[in-house]
């Protein structure tokens, strides 16, 4: 029988909408749009991801029950109340200038709350899978700039081309260059010193995989298990 109460993509989904909430309560966010309604549609998924802990269904089967259904539709409410598709423009036209680094992790955090709601139906077709990496993306990008970071000479920041959107990655290792095709897990923002990063690249002792196998935006190809062990103590911490 699978243990639903320790199953990865349902723990992160919980922890993602705490973060909402506490993101959104907090944040400083100007223009048209009903925190209201996006703050109550957010508590209500609560007690539907509860509910499946304690189901003791196989993943498969959690994916097609209707917690899952009112999961997805509680995140389109919360795009719609948030503003429509395009939400994140207004906010960021209507910021002052000293807000735009705190407005700039938040708008990265509400995003992966979305992503990880809107992807947890897929992710739990993947099957009884007990790693913490199963619960987040690992996507393959091209580094498509990089740049320095304005308050640290140890630091670059990255523009990474995900096919189908365009992420910013902060690393400490300096030999990365255009071009390269690399393996991000998108795992819950983090700031470094005033940089907000939306995902880590995957890597080892030699600094990051720049030569990753895949279609850009897919899962990467070939990569060594030993380059997920940072990602795993990550969504270990995130959890706690």
């Given at each position: 029988?699978?243990?639903?109460?320790?199953?990865?993509p349902?723990?992160v989904?919980?922890?993602?909408?705490e973060l909402f909430?506490?993101t959104?309560?907090?944040?400083?966010?100007?223009?048209k749009w009903?925190?209201?309604?996006?703050?109550?549609?957010?508590?209500d998924m609560?007690?539907?991801?509860q509910?499946?802990?304690?189901?003791?269904?196989?993943?498969?089967?959690?994916?097609e029950?209707p917690?899952?259904?009112?999961?997805e539709n509680g995140s389109?409410?919360?795009?719609d109340a948030l503003?429509?598709?395009?939400?994140?423009h207004?906010?960021?036209e209507?910021?002052?200038?000293d807000?735009?680094e705190?407005?700039?992790?938040?708008i990265?955090?509400?995003?992966?709350?979305?992503?990880?709601i809107s992807?947890?139906k897929?992710?739990?077709?993947?099957?009884e899978?007990?790693?913490?990496?199963?619960a987040?993306?690992?996507?393959?990008?091209?580094?498509?700039?990089?740049?320095?970071?304005?308050?640290?000479?140890?630091l670059?920041?990255?523009?990474v081309?995900?096919?189908?959107?365009?992420?910013?990655?902060?690393t400490n290792?300096?030999?990365?260059?255009?071009?390269?095709?690399?393996?991000v897990?998108?795992l819950p923002p983090?700031v470094?010193?005033?940089?907000?990063?939306?995902?880590m690249?995957?890597?080892?002792?030699?600094?990051?995989?720049?030569?990753v196998?895949?279609?850009?935006g897919?899962?990467?190809?070939?990569?060594?298990?030993?380059?997920?062990?940072?990602?795993?103590n990550?969504?270990?911490?995130f959890l706690k």
């Open positions: 029988m699978w243990d639903s109460s320790k199953d990865y349902l723990l989904a919980q922890k993602s909408v909430l506490r959104v309560e907090g944040a400083n966010l100007r223009g009903n925190k209201k309604k996006a703050l109550s549609s957010a508590r609560v007690p539907e991801i509910s499946l802990y304690y189901s003791y269904l196989d993943p498969e089967e959690i994916a029950t917690q899952i259904g009112n999961l389109h409410e919360i795009v503003g429509g598709k395009n939400w994140h207004q906010f960021q209507f910021a002052s200038k807000d735009k705190k407005l700039t992790a938040s990265a955090k509400i995003k992966f709350f979305l992503s990880t992807r947890l897929g992710r739990l077709q993947l099957g899978i007990n790693d913490p990496v199963i987040i993306d690992i996507l393959t990008g091209s580094v498509s700039s990089v740049g320095k970071h304005a308050k640290s000479d140890k670059l920041i990255c523009n081309n995900l096919g189908d959107r365009a992420v910013t990655v902060v290792d300096l030999k990365v260059k255009d071009g390269n095709h690399v393996a897990a998108m983090a470094f010193q005033g940089v907000t990063s939306e995902g690249f995957l890597g080892g002792g030699d600094g990051i995989l720049k030569d196998g895949g279609e850009i897919d899962l990467p190809h070939g990569i060594p298990l030993e380059a997920l062990n940072e990602t795993r990550l969504v270990e911490t």
